[in-house]
């Protein structure tokens, strides 16, 4: 024991001397300053890794929210986390680039109207710069929504419009809408030059927005689809040459929109119906309105960079809602108040048009604001009230604003909108008719050209030669006119004409058809209906009321900005027609079942008489004894005695 006490102290002493020889050593080997390289290498490694590991998980989970197509409402705890998280997921991929930079935008447009009516429009965009036509796919959506992204990766899709409208917008009553649509259903798209088989292209992804927006587009198909040679100019910036060969155009008129469409169409936003001005997109009172417009707009805004604009659209009725008095509000419209912005959203506004009550003398708005904003809108300069939403000010003590309307006065005039057109169906019988198109120029003394574009079915066969377009009793002649006649069950006709209008003056556009007769099998389920044929679409320059502002350097509100205008003096606008309701010779559906129900009858009673003579076998039967005998053998047999 005690040799075993004496080795363990003596090699604790040896470790002893050991660690003071190499500390002192050390000591020896370190400059005065104290800071030697591999100090300072030590921190630097530390740090860099610490980023590493914050950031992947960091990256990660970024990613994973990314790839929702709902963004939940982001508290403000979270933002911060957000924010402090974003510089930790730079050091971790260097070579990755810098992250894709989006923002989103929210804004309200209430616009009363001297019928008592109100219109009310709403703007969503989200702006990302991002490359959708890399090879490298994009992987990662924070704003933008994902399901659309990979549309148009996908499909090579350089623009994308698409609206479902329920109603028609009555021009000379509302005046000229801020993004105009047909009733029913209207897709038109621009694709890529590096689409070989457009048609398929087109047909496919027809079926994928069919889904995406629980609605009827893939009954869009060859014969309801046609390629305007002239109509429909990308709406994006373009660097090459135009070929429209890669745009199709359809319009389904019959399309009934309902929530169905309306939920899919919130989901995409980033927020989605739980926070900022989607909150009060309500269906139960949306559709219930004379007037209701969703929409979908995809474009490139530069070389890296994309715009996806969602508009919705409403009129509210005087009488349909009811109220009996004219008065509106945010709760009376949309059974809703506002409490707060989008946390996504860089700007969220509210606009009140109130060009036409400088002083107040035709309707009081509650709250007032003191914030006024102008705005050349349509080729008329507007004033507008302005509610910021990301302004805790803006929603009072009582955190919620509530936006009242109250007219006082029902005089004032309507500003005539100087472009207007209608459409009707002439004739009488089942076999012919004409097509009517008017086209009105309330200019006083200037006139314009427009661009009218007509697509019929097939199974309204014109006669092009009875073409006429009339001004004010004389002929006016086309300066551009471009065909495409119909096959039947194949495509529809085409008419793209450009036609100047006099001032002040209605042109009139006619064309005579012949009926043709279905197949028993191409009527729809309520034949006696009737067809629908898609509405007229008018585009032109109109002349501007003012000059237009050409500083796009400055703030200016979504719904002013979206068509472009190179002339100072002029506008673009386009005007949809009424659909047309056309009725074709019919047969009466009723007769197979009248020949059924009779031919039934002759084979049940000619052939069911015949079968019974042949089938049936004959006896002959003895005559019957009379009562006499018949009761003598009653007595018989009571005696025991055989009958006779």
Request: charged share 20%; glycine share 6%.
């Amino acid at each position: 024991m005690a040799v075993h006490r004496c080795i363990s102290s003596a090699l604790l002493v040896f470790l002893c001397v050991l660690s003071v020889f190499t500390v002192a050593r050390s000591q020896e080997t370190t400059p005065p300053g104290g800071h030697g390289p591999p100090a300072a290498d030590g921190p630097h490694i530390v740090t860099e890794t610490a980023g590493q590991t914050a950031g992947q998980p960091a990256a990660q989970e970024e990613r994973q929210r990314g790839e929702a197509t709902e963004v939940k409402e982001a508290t403000p705890d979270e933002s911060a986390a957000e924010e402090q998280e974003a510089p930790a997921v730079e050091p971790a991929a260097p070579s990755a680039g810098p992250r894709p930079k989006d923002d989103f935008q929210e804004e309200l447009v209430i616009r009363p109207l001297h019928s008592g009516d109100i219109y009310a429009s709403f703007q969503f965009r989200t702006l990302w710069e991002t490359d959708f036509t890399r090879e490298n796919k994009v992987s990662h959506y924070r704003l933008f929504p994902k399901s659309l992204g990979q549309v148009i990766s996908k499909f090579s899709v350089r623009e994308l419009h698409i609206s479902f409208t329920q109603g028609y917008w009555r021009t000379m009553q509302w005046g000229q809408p801020y993004l105009p649509s047909p009733p029913g259903a209207e897709l038109w798209v621009w694709f890529q030059d590096s689409v070989t088989d457009v048609d398929g292209t087109w047909k496919e992804l027809t079926n994928v927005l069919s889904g995406i927006f629980c609605a009827s587009l893939n009954f869009i198909d060859s014969t309801n689809t046609v390629q305007p040679s002239a109509s429909f100019k990308p709406l994006g910036i373009v660097n090459e040459v135009i070929d429209h060969r890669f745009l199709r155009y359809a319009t389904l008129p019959r399309e009934i929109v309902c929530t169905e469409n309306l939920t899919p169409w919130k989901k995409l936003l980033p927020c989605g119906s739980k926070a900022g001005l989607a909150v009060l997109l309500k269906s139960e009172k949306l559709f219930h309105s004379s007037f209701h417009s969703q929409a979908v707009h995809i474009r490139p805004v530069s070389p890296t960079s994309w715009e996806l604009r969602q508009t919705l659209n409403v009129v509210f009725d005087l009488h349909t809602s009811g109220q009996g008095k004219r008065e509106w509000s945010l709760f009376k419209m949309f059974s809703r108040t506002l409490t707060e912005a989008c946390p996504l959203a860089s700007s969220s506004k509210i606009y009140i048009d109130v060009t036409d009550n400088p002083q107040g003398e035709q309707f009081e708005l509650s709250p007032a604001t003191p914030l006024l904003s102008q705005a050349v809108v349509l080729g008329d300069r507007r004033t507008f009230s302005v509610y910021d939403l990301t302004q805790q000010i803006t929603f009072g003590t009582v955190r919620s604003l509530n936006l009242l309307i109250r007219w006082k006065s029902s005089e004032g005039d309507m500003l005539r909108p100087l472009l207007h057109g209608e459409r009707y169906v002439a004739g009488y019988g089942l076999q012919t008719g004409e097509i009517h198109t008017l086209m009105y120029n309330y200019h006083p003394y200037r006139s314009f050209p427009v661009l009218l574009l007509d697509s019929v079915p097939w199974y309204l066969r014109l006669y092009i030669h009875t073409l006429t377009v009339t001004s004010k009793g004389k002929d006016n002649k086309p300066s551009y006119i471009h065909y495409q006649p119909s096959k039947d069950r194949l495509r529809p006709h085409l008419l793209e004409m450009l036609v100047q209008l006099p001032p002040n003056s209605v042109t009139e556009v006619t064309v005579q058809f012949e009926r043709a007769l279905l197949k028993w099998t191409e009527y729809t389920p309520d034949p006696n209906h009737g067809f629908y044929v898609g509405s007229s679409v008018i585009s032109s320059l109109v002349p501007s009321i003012v000059a237009m502002d050409t500083n796009t350097s400055q703030e200016r509100p979504l719904f002013s900005s979206f068509f472009p205008c190179k002339e100072e003096s002029s506008y673009f606008v386009r005007v949809y027609t009424e659909p047309l309701l056309v009725n074709l010779p019919t047969p009466d559906f009723s007769m197979p079942y009248n020949v059924i129900c009779l031919t039934c009858t002759v084979v049940a009673v000619g052939y069911g008489s015949l079968y019974n003579l042949l089938t049936r076998s004959f006896q002959i039967e003895e005559p019957s004894p009379g009562l006499a005998m018949r009761l003598a053998n009653i007595i018989r047999r009571m005696r025991g005695v055989p009958p006779l």
